[in-house]
């Protein structure tokens, strides 16, 4: 495998005609073995008449996601990469992506590998910040559960970023590097922090969110597997889904007072640490208690139950395989 040096972090070229791209596609998996085929395949036809690559950021995966991947972007004849991250963690793989992974491109589409984008999803998204040239970035829409179309009312009532499926355009990430602005480790709520930093257009201490520096595109959509809560695999996904959500709240109260106090730039570097001195802060009768906020409770004990920080070198991307066209 081959590990990405820092010169990759000012776009690496990955192939002689990578500027001409239109986009670039990062597809972020964690145990998608099931549902990475199904999601290349599905980018395979949305990219068609689209000069387009993709890099696969396999982050933490215990199942054959890498092997999928390789052999799924070989069988739709896709052009990019597929990359292993040792450490399980999605905000870290936005921050490879980020600083290292990038190639040159005018657009960065990032997508779950557990959603099925819909044929002209990556065209429309192209499309909607064409017609809204200040904005950074453009969001898609779920089309798929129970909840789909509360949460396209509400993403269109207030712009914001679901994480299976969004746009930004290259130069905003290109002022992200510059501002040495990153995720923090294990913090949950990533796709309403990206909201944050194209909302105030990086600068969190000028004002309230600005609605021009997103948009929000009704008929890009995507679809993601049902969960069947009789089903093992499902409830248990369903489970952590939940303490993760709670995880989420807590972490964002640190957060978001280092974001208020300092800038985007002065974020904790870990999530969980931060939470726990937080919580530390705070009277102990505020803290999780099980009768109160059971998902918040087991949250925190798993926090506490968390090693120290991984070291750097299972932070860092490696290239398992190469594909061009």
């Not at 990219?47 to 054959?64: E, F, I, K, W, Y």
């Not at 248990?236 to 978001?256: N, T, Y």
């Not at 102990?284 to 925190?300: C, I």
Request: hydrophobic residues 45%; positive net charge; charged residues 20%.
């Amino acid at each position: 495998m081959e590990e990405l040096s820092m010169a990759a972090a000012s776009h690496q070229q990955a192939g002689a005609d990578t500027a001409a791209l239109d986009l670039a596609v990062a597809v972020s998996a964690y145990n998608e073995a099931a549902h990475l085929r199904d999601c290349l395949r599905a980018l395979a036809v949305a990219g068609r008449g689209l000069r387009m690559d993709v890099t696969v950021v396999v982050n933490g995966s215990t199942d054959r996601s890498a092997e999928v991947a390789t052999a799924a972007m070989r069988e739709t004849g896709l052009r990019g990469r597929v990359c292993q991250i040792a450490y399980a963690d999605k905000s870290n793989a936005f921050n490879q992506y980020v600083y290292r992974l990038r190639v040159a491109a005018p657009v960065h589409v990032f997508v779950d590998a557990y959603a099925t984008v819909a044929p002209d999803a990556l065209s429309l998204l192209l499309q909607a910040l064409r017609n809204a040239p200040l904005a950074h970035a453009a969001a898609a829409v779920p089309s798929s559960g129970r909840s789909a179309r509360h949460l396209r009312d509400q993403m269109l009532e207030v712009p914001s970023i679901h994480g299976s499926l969004f746009a930004m355009r290259d130069a905003f990430l290109d002022r992200i590097a510059g501002q040495n602005v990153r995720l923090p480790l294990n913090f949950y709520r990533g796709d309403g922090l990206i909201s944050s930093l194209v909302l105030h257009d990086l600068d969190a201490q000028s004002g309230d969110w600005q609605h021009q520096w997103m948009v929000v595109e009704p008929r890009a959509t995507w679809t993601a597997p049902t969960l069947r809560l009789w089903r093992w695999r499902d409830a248990r996904r369903q489970l952590r889904r939940l303490v993760q959500q709670a995880r989420g709240r807590l972490q964002w109260h640190p957060v978001k007072g280092a974001i208020y106090q300092g800038g985007f730039a002065a974020m904790p570097p870990q999530a969980d640490q931060a939470t726990l001195d937080w919580l530390q802060a705070i009277p102990a009768s505020h803290n999780p208690r099980w009768w109160r906020d059971p998902f918040a409770t087991l949250a925190v004990r798993r926090m506490r139950a968390l090693p120290p920080a991984p070291p750097e070198q299972d932070l860092l991307p490696r290239v398992v395989a190469r594909f061009t066209q």
